[in-house]
């Protein structure tokens, strides 16, 4: 037996970039660390870190600075002669955003086109309007998709990694998943 043992020969298992012998990194034991997992994969926090993703050209300039509540009280003045109705105005926190028809924000210069077009009556051709109508759709079903809303099958599952660890808590009856890497 000891002979055919040192004959046999053990491949070595291909490491991870991490030194684990897993393709990604793993879990670990506790709650905080299936979370971050959750984040880094996209299924907490979305593409943007939890902000709606801005709509426009390729080389627009996506800048979420410009979406953010303004105070006016730190902008407006008031003047010596100025009513409490003013007053009033001039503290409030206003929010001005860019949003097309179908309720999706934009980026400023995006918008700025979009408001030519109304003005001047004219738009895209019927061709590329209708291939941005059919790229909503299915940016939208991949939405749904994405975050549970809409079943992969007809048995009423939900599609997607949270959606597959309530499949297998629904399948244990327990309220907690063994992860095993």
């Keep these: 037996m000891e002979e055919l043992a040192k004959e046999v ?7 991870g970039y991490d030194g684990s012998t897993a393709d990604k990194v793993g879990v670990g034991r506790g709650l905080s660390s299936f979370i971050s997992m959750l984040k880094t994969t996209g299924e907490i926090t979305g593409k943007h870190g939890g902000k709606e993703e801005l ?5 627009d300039e ?10 006016l009280s730190k902008v407006v003045t008031i003047g010596k002669n100025a009513t409490d109705k003013d007053e009033e105005l001039a503290a409030r926190e206003i929010k001005l955003e860019y949003r097309d028809k179908h309720g999706r924000l934009l980026t400023q210069k995006e918008a700025y086109r979009d408001l030519c077009y109304q003005f001047h009556g004219h738009g895209a ?3 590329k309007e209708e291939k941005r109508l059919t790229q909503i759709a299915r940016e939208q079903a991949e939405a749904r998709l994405a975050s549970g809303q809409v079943s992969a099958a007809r048995d009423g599952t939900t599609a997607g990694t949270l959606g597959a660890l309530k499949a297998t808590q629904k399948a244990t009856g327990k309220a907690f998943i063994v992860h095993k890497t």
Excluded: F
């Design 62 to 71: 996506r800048n979420y600075d410009n979406y953010e509540p303004l105070d």
């Design 125 to 127: 051709s019927k061709k």
């Design 9 to 15: 020969k053990e491949d070595e298992p291909e490491l």
């Design 55 to 59: 709509r426009g050209r390729a080389k």
